[in-house]
């Protein structure tokens, strides 16, 4: 079996352009309220919006020819007749006939014998930066090469030019926003009583219909620019921006704090602790014409309730002298700042920076790849040659780096990418036979005790859309972890309707690696997406058509009954600022009635773009 060719060793530079030195902000500063149109009323004639590529995002798909992977014909009396089962359950065999093989969406089990700076730190040489257009209607992604090609040159750029919105907030670094006409109308869903939702936190309210909160405008950039990690608090929505790390006001959008930073961050952790202290990757400095691709060596933890930074330091390695080691991703287990790169990894204490284990030399090329965190911590590591690599598991003590435990993957494996910790789940594209990018053949849940693999699960890549990032260790999404089960989303087919795509959200058992009984459905012409667990239920995302608004949906983790807790306008304006962002690029918080929506990378913007178009950073939705 061929291998895929493995990236060249990383230079401490990324690509070429560099990330070009801070625009001077527009008047007001940084997030200043964008000036209303010459008619508030917003009575002149619409802008044409721009013609989406035949079954792109949102458009009405052309029927497949019928080939491998279509969905068959309705039966008499539309999709999901009642006398037919509902899509993606096993159909019954006919009277005297063996059972028939599950339906789209419920895989075999495993076959017999089978065990039931990347992120943003440029591992190839550099060069220009290029486009990538996301799949349309939710096709095949990226395969594995090219999304390496593209995460290296930090170019996966998805800016839409957004609806026409205007401020009407003073704040000098934000506002509230309000939309040139109906803001605030939405799809009907009520909350009302008896909508407790037991297994979570996030509550259904009496009125789901949310108005549009606040809009961050996208930073004027010369080059594409990371822009990772966003955080709620109780009181501010932090955001990466440039040179900086900023918190704003939840409702109002007005900058409450500023951390500047001396380089662009890199890669910043998902996890947070409990008092709202998180941690990121940064550049040693801004380009410049001495050093035009500052290297992303430096590590800091941030205190987002203060706007503090609490500390930042470099370290070196056995293997690179008095170089600091650049590192790619980062993430945060309790006290425990582990950090990640094809140098190795290292690990800081969280209150203080105090070094807790560094990059070390082995004679059998081993180092950590990267590292998952949150419950617990543990890595991905890499030993032997170029042409024979070996990955292993480990479930790792959080303050010595000691292994608790290792799991050693199957061969043809070059990457793998920690989805949860605890309990311990891994994805892998094994021997690259995914076939579309998503880095995901299979998952392992392995008993991080023990070490030893409880059940290998087959995630046929025609069949499922959770993916991950091609180097990075912890970079999945459109999955949850919980209820000792796996959730994830079917890709796309066709739906009921006349016209329109949809999915459902099913879930593997971490124990049988079977699919569990029951699906969420997203509905004709929308497509769900899980965001994250709320205690036993799965906290989802609803991608709307081309003229609805989006919604934000309770699944219980046992039944699958779904609760509307969110439904966003469907004006254009606002339709159009919330879908100029893509699911699969950009960051989605929901917390408590409000959903922040906001770009991982941004760049300069197109020329050939309408002036009408807007771009966004961040926009947020209410149901306050």
Not at 97 to 112: I, R, S
Not at 138 to 147: A, R, S
Request: a negative charge; hydrophobic letters at 30%.
């Amino acid at each position: 079996m061929t291998q895929p060719p493995q990236p060249p060793q990383p230079p401490n530079e990324p690509p070429q352009g560099g990330f070009g030195p801070p625009q001077d902000p527009p008047p007001g500063g940084f997030g200043a309220p964008t000036p209303p149109p010459a008619d508030p009323l917003a009575k002149q004639p619409p802008a044409t919006p721009p013609t989406p590529p035949a079954g792109g995002y949102g458009s009405p798909p052309t029927p497949p020819a019928g080939g491998y992977g279509s969905p068959p014909p309705p039966p008499a009396g539309g999709y999901g007749a009642p006398q037919t089962p509902a899509y993606g359950y096993p159909q019954a065999p006919p009277p005297g006939q063996p059972p028939t093989q599950p339906g789209y969406g419920f895989p075999q089990g495993p076959p017999p014998g089978m065990h039931p700076e990347q992120g943003y730190g440029y591992p190839t040489a550099p060069m220009q930066p290029q486009y990538v257009a996301p799949q349309p209607g939710g096709g095949k992604k990226f395969n594995t090469q090219m999304k390496i090609i593209v995460a290296a040159v930090v170019a996966v750029v998805l800016i839409v030019g957004g609806g026409v919105l205007y401020a009407t907030g003073s704040g000098d670094e934000g506002g509230k926003q309000d939309v040139a006409s109906g803001g605030t109308t939405g799809g009907e869903g009520k909350g009302g009583e008896g909508d407790g939702l037991a297994g979570g936190t996030e509550k259904a309210p009496s009125d789901t219909k949310s108005k549009i909160g606040f809009q961050l405008p996208h930073p004027k950039v010369t080059d594409t620019t990371v822009v990772d990690g966003s955080w709620v608090t109780d009181k501010v929505y932090v955001k990466t921006g440039v040179y900086e790390v900023a918190g704003y006001d939840l409702a109002k959008g007005t900058k409450v704090w500023s951390i500047p930073l001396k380089g662009q961050v890199c890669a910043a952790s998902r996890h947070m602790s409990k008092d709202y202290r998180t941690a990121v990757v940064f550049q040693e400095g801004k380009p410049s014409a001495a050093d035009k691709y500052p290297s992303c060596n430096q590590v800091g933890a941030l205190d987002l309730a203060t706007g503090k930074l609490m500390w930042s330091k470099s370290v070196t390695s056995a293997s690179s002298g008095d170089k600091p080691v650049r590192f790619g991703e980062v993430t945060l287990s309790g006290s425990t700042v582990a950090a990640g790169g094809t140098s190795g990894g290292a690990a800081f204490n969280l209150a203080d920076g105090a070094e807790l284990w560094k990059p070390k030399a082995d004679t059998n090329n081993c180092y950590d790849m990267g590292y998952g965190g949150g419950d617990a911590l543990a890595v991905v590591r890499k030993c032997g040659s170029y042409d024979a690599p070996q990955l292993t598991i480990q479930a790792l003590n959080p303050t010595t780096g000691a292994p608790l435990s290792s799991y050693a993957m199957p061969a043809g494996v070059e990457y793998a990418s920690i989805v949860s910790t605890k309990p311990l789940v891994v994805a892998a594209d094994v021997g690259d036979t995914a076939g579309d990018g998503s880095s995901i053949s299979d998952f392992f849940s392995i008993d991080a005790a023990t070490g030893k693999l409880i059940v290998r699960i087959s995630a046929d890549a025609d069949k499922y859309a959770a993916e991950c990032g091609s180097t990075e260790v912890e970079q999945c999404g459109s999955l949850a972890v919980g209820n000792n089960r796996i959730y994830v989303p079917t890709e796309e087919h066709e739906g009921g309707g006349e016209y329109g795509d949809t999915n459902e959200i099913v879930a593997f058992d971490l124990t049988t690696g079977k699919l569990v009984g029951g699906r969420a459905d997203a509905g004709d012409r929308y497509t769900l997406t899980p965001l994250r667990m709320d205690d036993t239920n799965v906290i989802a995302y609803k991608r709307p058509p081309y003229d609805k608004g989006g919604q934000i949906v309770s699944i219980d983790g046992s039944t699958f009954k779904e609760t509307v807790l969110m439904v966003n306008p469907d004006d254009e304006a606002v339709r159009d600022a919330e879908t100029s962002f893509s699911v699969d690029y950009a960051e989605f918080i929901y917390e408590k009635g409000r959903l922040f929506i906001s770009e991982k990378m941004v760049s300069e913007p197109s020329k050939s773009g309408s002036l009408d178009d807007k771009q966004y950073l961040v926009v947020s939705f209410s149901t306050d």
